[in-house]
């Protein structure tokens, strides 16, 4: 690390404005002499930013292009990095460096946890603000969105500096203000700066609509407007580039080489709409207005914290109405917005900023928000797919109790992006901390990865623990966590990565693993048995689970039990649902025909779960064969969702001789309604951790029977529950036992077994 580099980055790379801009104008008149500063350019924006530090006199910077060589030497040698968003997801923090971010402004619209399509994304910021050493806030209100959005209360151990922002020190400059507008030719005119949202996606950029629009309303605008009034407008990049401004007689872009903070300094009023840039203007006590021709349709796409009506300034909906609120002097009281929103705004605030930053001396209002009183927790989830391990971690979750400790949800950002909603099941009162990219490594890392998991050579773990041990320092630096839970309990770096971030370590065992590795292809035993003897706790689902994992570590004094919760409220409001297939159900039956056998006379016996081997389908199947000789007058109805094994099941089913009483069913979101109404579930597994779906069928009064394996043994032992061996004959005795009255629904307390669930858990995370 070098001592006196100073690295400096706008919207990564993609412009140069606001707060860095200023900053680096101050840095180069103030500190080139002892520092070295640098600051990150796009290629494709090189000329233009050469040109605004000619224009602004700025020689003592040397530009770096993102993601090159120069680049990333600059980011593990720079002692002091700034910027406004965030830096690339493969930065890692020097100890010793002291970042800064400024973030780009107020948000008016909501952001991190409020944007749901947006939260499984959000890990890249997160870590870059508990990283930075400061956070810059210019007001209450932008503090308390900020950390409550990013979920950093508590937890950010850095320092928040109370100041006002860098690029709203020129709105304290009335001379400056003069001076531009003399430059700009505007002088004998009145000046009004259009600085509307961007409308776009920034995933998918079609600008055409929104172009037709804005020229509509521009040409309606230029025609109205008189010789004597000028609007510089200020547009995304998307939409001045497709706009030819010589159309117009009195409307004009931002001059190039003219920051558009100074311009907007030297305009009489602003004109904008949803842009949160309302809030630094307001610094000037001119006039503002907003222009919301499309308030309903903005709104419906983005939310926002507070409405244009709760907001001091005129709002117009049509040109003709904007001209007429362009000639009236300014005519509401904005103390109290100004008072709110523009806190800690002042002329000296950069200065002050650096002197703080760089020398250290404390001259800005600061405060640290780090509460150590509360134990932070770490649940590693995996990609919360639809799966038994997703069902009974959101179960789980849903139980917890935020007042007693902070607990953060983790994934991998890469796994949600094809189903980002998923995010949307965890309950807003749990945090969410995603990793913001699979783990990284470098070539001798990637043999190691070879040499570990595909040849089993024991060597090769310390290559597999040296990346994990970074990648885990790249996702949670400036994160503490007192427990850390690997919930998922599997997946090869994954179950390295969770037991290098220090705090008391679990991992659950969801399945009898044994199984999994004799059946499967998707489990790694050294991973398995270095975690099991590297973790402090492994934690079995049911009792059953002990001895096959004490089987793979050697150990039994770190195993314990945590039973799964059970969302039973929520079984009991799905079943109330209408009978229904969605789009993505597979059946040979109709919907319709499905309806009248569930209320018919018929014995309706049903099996849930996915199409996989441990799942018996092959062997249930032979048994309702031989149950269906005796009793003709029954169904059985097998639903499942994923799994390699649906087409074997279909043809399995298809040739059966009573293919005519079995309804195969692939995919339903909701098969609560349909297990309701049925008389008998049947968990043929071979194999399993506990079966929640067993579960859900006593919750609703449904009977039950299991093959006697260990993992549903226990907690049907222990209530009374129907065992059957596991074979054909088993599951058919089973079933003519239920029709000879034997078999009767467990009615468990889950109000208890939840409630003793929870405190098992929390046993587990200690005092």
Not at 48 to 56: C, D, F, N, R, V
Not at 366 to 384: A, W
Not at 457 to 485: H, N, Q, T
Request: hydrophobic fraction near 40%; aromatic fraction near 10%; proline fraction near 4%.
């Amino acid at each position: 690390m070098k001592e006196d580099i100073i690295l400096l980055e706008s919207k990564h790379g993609q412009d140069l404005a606001g707060n860095i801009f200023t900053l680096l104008r101050l840095l180069d008149r103030d500190y080139s002499d002892k520092y070295k500063l640098y600051l990150t350019c796009a290629k494709s924006k090189r000329e233009k930013i050469k040109g605004l530090l000619t224009q602004y006199g700025v020689k003592n910077v040397t530009l770096a292009a993102p993601s090159s060589f120069k680049y990333f030497k600059l980011l593990a040698r720079a002692k002091f990095l700034m910027t406004d968003t965030s830096f690339t997801t493969r930065y890692i923090k020097k100890e010793g460096q002291v970042i800064l971010n400024t973030w780009h402004g107020t948000p008016l619209k909501v952001m991190g946890r409020e944007v749901a399509a947006d939260v499984y994304a959000m890990g890249n910021i997160m870590r870059n603000l508990l990283f930075s050493d400061f956070l810059l806030y210019p007001n209450e209100y932008m503090k308390e969105k900020m950390i409550g959005s990013y979920m950093i209360d508590g937890i950010y151990k850095g320092t928040i500096l109370n100041e006002g922002y860098p690029r709203n020190c020129i709105f304290f400059d009335r001379e400056k203000a003069a001076e531009v507008r003399q430059a700009l030719g505007l002088a004998d005119k009145k000046m009004f700066v259009y600085m509307p949202t961007w409308r776009g996606n920034m995933a998918k950029v079609n600008t055409a609509e929104q172009l037709s629009v804005l020229k509509s309303y521009m040409k309606q605008l230029d025609e109205g407007l008189r010789d004597d009034e000028v609007v510089v407008a200020k547009l995304h990049p998307f939409m001045s580039a497709d706009l030819d401004f010589s159309q117009y007689r009195h409307i004009i872009p931002v001059k190039p080489g003219f920051d558009a903070y100074e311009v907007l300094n030297s305009a009489d009023c602003l004109i904008t709409d949803y842009s949160s840039v309302f809030y630094d203007f307001a610094n000037t006590g001119k006039k503002i207005i907003l222009f919301a021709y499309d308030e309903q349709d903005y709104i419906a796409e983005r939310g926002m914290y507070v409405t244009l009506d709760e907001l001091p300034f005129p709002k117009v909906t049509t040109v003709s109405d904007l001209i007429a609120e362009m000639r009236r002097p300014k005519g509401y009281d904005d103390t109290d917005f100004i008072k709110r929103y523009c806190t800690y705004e002042r002329p000296e605030a950069a200065e002050m900023i650096l002197r703080r930053v760089i020398k250290g001396e404390k001259v800005c209002n600061e405060e640290r928000i780090y509460d150590s009183s509360k134990e932070n927790v770490l649940i590693f989830t995996g990609d919360l797919s639809k799966n038994g391990i997703t069902t009974a971690a959101l179960n789980l979750i849903e139980n917890l109790d935020p007042d007693k400790r902070r607990y953060f949800i983790t994934f991998q950002q890469p796994t949600l992006k094809n189903d980002p909603l998923r995010c949307s099941l965890i309950p807003r009162a749990i945090n969410v901390f995603p990793m913001s990219t699979k783990p990284q490594y470098t070539i001798g890392e990637a043999f190691g990865q070879v040499l570990f998991y595909k040849l089993n050579f024991k060597f090769a773990l310390k290559s597999v623990e040296k990346m994990c041990r970074r990648e885990a320092r790249k996702f949670f630096y400036g994160a503490d966590f007192d427990s850390i839970v690997q919930y998922q309990g599997y997946g090869k770096n994954m179950i390295h990565l969770f037991r290098m971030l220090g705090g008391r370590s679990s991992i659950f065992v969801h399945s009898d693993m044994q199984q999994e590795l004799a059946n499967k292809d998707n489990q790694h035993r050294l991973s398995l048995q270095t975690a099991y003897n590297s973790y402090d706790s492994v934690v079995c689902v049911s009792e059953g689970m002990i001895k096959p994992t004490s089987e793979i570590s050697g150990r039994t004094d770190n195993i314990c039990i945590v039973h799964n919760c059970h969302a039973y409220k929520s079984v009991l409001a799905r079943a109330e649902s209408e009978v229904r297939y969605d789009e993505v159900t597979v059946s040979d039956t109709g919907c319709e025909e499905l309806k009248k056998i569930l209320d018919s006379s018929l014995t309706k016996i049903i099996n849930i779960g996915r199409f996989s081997a441990e799942k018996g389908h092959d062997m249930l199947i032979k048994a309702y064969e031989m149950f269906a000789a005796r009793h003709p007058e029954s169904r059985l109805i097998i639903i499942g969702g994923y799994g390699k094994l649906y087409e074997q099941t279909r043809a399995l089913a298809g040739a059966s001789p009573v293919k005519d009483k079995i309804i195969l069913i692939k995919t339903m979101l909701n098969p609560m309604p349909v297990l309701k109404k049925c008389d008998l579930f049947v968990l043929s597994s071979h194999y399993e951790a506990l079966g929640l779906t067993m579960l859900e069928a006593d919750t609703l009064g449904v009977p039950v029977i299991s093959t006697d394996i260990p993992g549903p043994r226990s907690f049907l032992e222990s209530r009374g529950g129907y065992m059957v061996p596991c074979t054909p004959e088993g599951l058919c005795e089973g079933m003519e036992a239920f029709m000879r009255g034997e078999v009767k629904a467990m009615n468990v307390d889950y109000e208890e077994y939840n409630r003793n669930a929870v405190e098992q858990f929390e046993a587990l995370l200690g005092s």
